[in-house]
């Protein structure tokens, strides 16, 4: 079978046509567009990102500047884009450039050295971060020791998630719920000197309801928030002014026992990590009004973090903060604080200029400043 030359050139324009046609996943969405493709995080699609043609990348790529953006692929499929990036008040455009940052999910982990994390956070300004120490044995308390000494008032540590994490493992759902537990009466005492002392900030992260959320098959667990050990925990916070945090679906009946922990002890202040992984801008918006001892980090609602095949997880990208989360971030200004979840000089630099460039530079000025270190210095006593 032979074909002519006007067969091939239909076929090649074809088959270019089709490596851009959207999919019902985002068919006409230029967000979309990019989203799916931009696996580093960066708000535009690269030709190393993109899987088509390499026709047709140039073709869309309209000021051959090398990358696709949102605009770009509106424009090829001759549809008009707002582009609401720069929808803010003109005071705030650029707000997040020069701010200091305290970043409210860092984990200290074994493979890298406090040296290392000083160097990322100087690199991108970042004043103050801490989180829970990574693992599942009782040594957390000396990893913390180690970050303590080596960042000196700039570490934020929280006690517990690896001690947590080893009676989970060892025990399950039900050591794990258990305030009895030989393991959590050891800790506890601990626990209770390390607040006493200031050596520690809060307790936590604690994976309560982590049941699409983690990688680690064994890590993954839906434990009653409002059980024995987290109560015990919660007045234990409560009576020294501290926090404690948990990583939670938005799951109903999660939600529910959320509440009636919160009930239990009135002293005490909830940091949701990840902002309730799965939670929508309308019921954060409903539970902060109920709730005014409950805050939210960040993390893992935006790149380099965030799953790609998560898109409704998304809060902010590089460019844009969505305008539900917008509105409820300015309402609440008080209540919300940068968290990474990322280590590594690159995906951390990558995250902190996606924080400054799609959150904090499209927040009104006092808001940003709050987001970004006020919030974390008030409710941490940094200095």
């Known amino acids: 079978m032979t074909f002519s030359k006007t067969s091939i050139y239909l076929f090649i324009f074809f088959f270019a046509a089709m490596a851009v046609s959207p999919d019902p996943a985002f068919a006409r969405d230029p967000d979309k567009a990019v989203s799916k493709r931009d696996s580093d995080g960066d708000g535009k699609v690269s030709d190393s990102e993109w899987k088509g043609s390499s026709m047709a990348f140039e073709r869309i790529d309209g000021n051959g500047d090398g990358y696709i953006t949102a605009k770009e692929f509106a424009k090829d499929w001759g549809i008009s884009y707002t582009d609401d990036s ?14 200091p940052i305290a970043d409210l999910h860092f984990h200290p982990a074994q493979n890298f050295t406090a040296g290392d994390a000083a160097q990322w956070f100087d690199a991108n300004g970042v004043r103050w971060a801490g989180s829970g120490v990574k693992g599942s ?43 009895k537990n030989p393991n959590f009466l050891v800790l506890l005492p601990k626990l209770e000197a390390d607040l006493k002392s200031g050596a520690i900030h809060g307790i936590g992260e604690i994976f309560a309801n982590t049941r699409a959320s983690n990688p680690k098959e064994w890590m993954r667990r839906k434990m009653k928030i409002d059980a024995a050990s987290n109560r015990a925990l919660y007045a234990l916070v409560g009576k020294y002014d501290a926090f404690i945090t948990f990583h939670m679906h938005w799951d109903d009946d999660s939600v529910e026992q959320l509440e009636a922990l919160i009930a239990s002890q009135p002293s005490g202040k909830v940091l949701l990590n990840h902002c309730g992984i799965d939670s929508s801008a309308s019921a954060m ?46 309402d609440f200004s008080g209540r919300f604080m940068v968290g990474t979840d990322v280590e590594g000089d690159k995906k951390f630099g990558k995250a902190i200029r996606n924080v400054r460039s799609g959150l904090l530079a499209n927040l009104s000025p006092e808001t940003a400043e709050k987001v970004a270190y006020k919030n974390a210095a008030r409710l941490f006593k940094l200095k």
């Open 285 to 330: 918006r409903a539970f902060f009004e109920k709730h005014a001892n409950v805050y939210c980090e960040l993390s893992a609602r935006f790149k380099p973090k965030m799953p790609g095949k998560f898109q409704e997880r998304e809060i902010f990208n590089a460019r844009k903060i969505h305008s539900d989360w917008k509105q409820l971030i300015e």
């Open 86 to 99: 720069n929808d803010s008040p003109a005071a705030g455009k650029g707000a997040g450039t020069g701010l």
């Open 137 to 179: 044995n009782m040594g957390g308390a000396s990893t913390r020791k180690q970050y303590a000494d080596a960042l000196a008032g700039r570490y934020i540590a929280f006690g517990g998630q690896s001690d947590l994490n080893g009676i989970f493992k060892n025990g399950g759902l039900n050591a794990a719920e258990d305030a």
